[in-house]
């Protein structure tokens, strides 16, 4: 497997962290309410901690997968940042969060990616005969 060069990392020392809290509160229809709609993170990686196990999903080969967390522990999503800087090696994986009847629920998510400047593309390194571009640098403002 193909391996960045250090000075390539330097896409991340102007690195922007936010954080955003959700709340879920109980529902009596959850099969007709979603918590919060498909989507995939922006970020390079976003960094979530559910307070009860099971919200998460992620969409594989079509169907819904739920997540279930271990206690006391964290779950680590690759964001479309990082597919695009890995040339697709690593892949941003689309996911919703769900509400549950029985009880309310909340999850933090950190997500840590580029500052609003400069711009996002592929690292060189990773780009071969084999593996043509798969994307094209964009500047972060416009993504």
């Known amino acids: 497997m193909a391996q960045m060069k250090a000075e390539e990392m330097e896409f991340f020392e102007e690195g922007r962290q936010a954080m955003r809290v959700n709340y ?3 529902c009596h229809l959850p099969e ?3 918590g919060l709609t ?3 993170d922006t970020s390079a990686v976003t960094i979530l901690l559910q307070v009860i196990e099971v919200g998460l999903q992620i969409r594989k080969d079509e169907k819904w997968v739920p997540v279930k967390s271990l206690p006391n522990a964290f779950i680590a999503n690759i964001g479309d940042i990082l ?3 890995t ?3 690593y892949h941003s994986i ?3 969060a769900t509400v549950t009847t029985k009880r309310e ?3 933090f998510a950190t997500f840590c990616g580029r500052g609003s400047d400069g711009e996002i593309g592929l690292a060189p390194s990773l780009i071969y005969q084999q593996t043509p571009a798969m994307f094209k640098k ?3 403002e416009q993504y």
């Open 38 to 40: 498909l989507h995939s």
């Open 94 to 96: 689309e996911h919703r």
């Open 83 to 85: 597919q695009i800087i």
């Open 138 to 140: 964009v500047q972060v």
């Open 24 to 26: 879920y509160p109980p």
């Open 87 to 89: 040339n697709g090696t």
């Open 32 to 34: 007709k309410v979603i």
């Open 105 to 107: 629920r909340l999850s």
